[in-house]
């Protein structure tokens, strides 16, 4: 099973800040990531596809960069609607498998 | 508008079945591959399985801790994906989502509950 680590498990940002989220998996999976976001009692939402291509709808604040084993979600100028939690997920090997989650917390 | 809505969830007792339903509409439901992806109270999101279109054989793949419990199948002609959980164990108590995707999940229902009890 391929196990998807995310960084950091919680983080404190004030608006405007940029905000990192890295995800490493514990093999390659070539560009199958992809980023979901999940306010309190919502359903998750796909903002990432593929690394680094984004859904239709969200946000050009949001971004994608990393192959292979390394990953990262960019929110550039963050915004108070932002707080969530981020998940990454891996769609290169069966069972599909997400990160453990990153909650934004907005200041 | 893709519109998932999911139903079925409630209470039941440890050994007890349940079957979950997710009826979508706004998109072509028989070319749709159609997950399940569920959430315990708190915690982290789970993929629990898959099951391909017709055309592409209808294959379905589990996670590992509902392999032989739980199964997945589908009605095309209702747009409905099932999922039937049986030997259902207190562990299985989550929101169980359907969403649709081969590799992303794009688009994803707002849930139902499970609670396993006795």
């Known amino acids: 099973e391929i196990v998807l680590t995310q960084s950091p498990d919680f983080q404190s940002v004030t608006p405007k800040e940029k905000v990192t989220i890295t995800c490493r998996a514990s093999?390659?999976?070539?560009?199958?990531l992809h980023w979901y976001q999940q306010k309190p009692d919502q359903s998750p939402k796909l903002l990432i596809k593929?690394?680094?291509q984004s859904f239709s709808g969200v946000p050009s604040r949001f971004s994608g960069s990393g192959s292979g084993t390394d990953f990262a979600l960019t929110i550039n100028s963050l915004e108070a609607e932002d707080a969530a939690t981020y998940y990454c997920?891996?769609?290169?090997?069966?069972?599909?498998?997400f990160g453990q989650g990153t909650k934004v917390e907005v200041k | 508008e893709v519109q998932l809505v999911e139903s079925g969830g409630g209470l039941v007792k440890p050994g007890g079945s349940l079957r979950l339903s997710c009826a979508g509409s706004?998109?072509?439901?028989?070319?749709?591959?159609m997950n399940w992806v569920r959430q315990a109270p708190g915690k982290g999101l789970e993929w629990v399985g898959r099951?391909?279109?017709?055309?592409?054989?209808?294959?379905?793949d589990y996670a590992a801790p509902v392999k032989g419990r739980f199964t997945i199948s589908r009605d095309d002609s209702k747009n409905t994906v099932y999922l039937q959980m049986n030997s259902l164990k207190t562990e299985d108590t989550a929101v169980y989502y359907c969403?649709?995707?081969?590799?992303?999940?794009?688009?994803w229902g707002q849930g139902t509950l499970v609670t396993v009890s006795s």
């Open positions: 997920h891996q769609s290169s090997d069966f069972p599909r498998t």
């Open positions: 093999q390659s999976i070539g560009s199958n």
């Open positions: 099951i391909k279109s017709k055309t592409t054989g209808e294959t379905t």
């Open positions: 593929d690394a680094s």
């Open positions: 969403a649709t995707g081969g590799n992303f999940l794009d688009y």
């Open positions: 706004g998109f072509i439901f028989s070319n749709a591959w």
